[in-house]
Nanobody
Framework: QVQLVESGGGLVQPGGSLRLSCKAS????????MAWYRQTPGKQRELVAT???????SYSDSVKGRFTISRDHAKTSVFLQMNSLRPEDTAVYYC?????????????WGQGIQVTVSS
């Protein structure tokens, strides 16, 4: 019954910004690491950014300095602020979270949300 729902994607011009949101819900006992991944047709899913429960962050080299990951424990949400967007950032973006339900901790994924950077 755990669900991750992404929002905030869409079409943006090169150099523009978007803010992705992801909210987890449903029988959650605890949320640990959270992350954003992205995938384009014909390519492997790529890790974009991670954030730990204590707010330690990590970024892929391709987005470092342009993207910022953050989280709100009370809202069970993770965000990705994307600035200075480039056409190569175009992808389906997926929210990830390690979530404990009762005694089990498992990986959960959002359904994906499209980000298109184009003139």
């Amino acid at each position: 019954q755990v669900q991750l729902v992404e929002s905030g994607g869409g079409l943006v011009q090169p150099g523009g910004s978007l803010r992705l949101s992801c909210k987890a819900s449903g029988g959650i006992s605890g949320i640990y690491n959270m992350a954003w991944y992205r995938q384009t047709p014909g390519k492997q899913r790529e890790l974009v950014a991670t954030i730990t429960r204590d707010l330690t962050t990590s970024y892929s080299d391709s987005v470092k300095g342009r993207f910022t990951i953050s989280r709100d424990h009370a809202k069970t949400s993770v965000f990705l602020q994307m600035n200075s967007l480039r056409p190569e950032d175009t992808a389906v973006y997926y929210c990830y979270a390690a979530i404990r339900v009762h005694f089990q901790r498992d990986d959960y994924w959002g359904q994906g949300i499209q980000v298109t950077v184009s003139s």
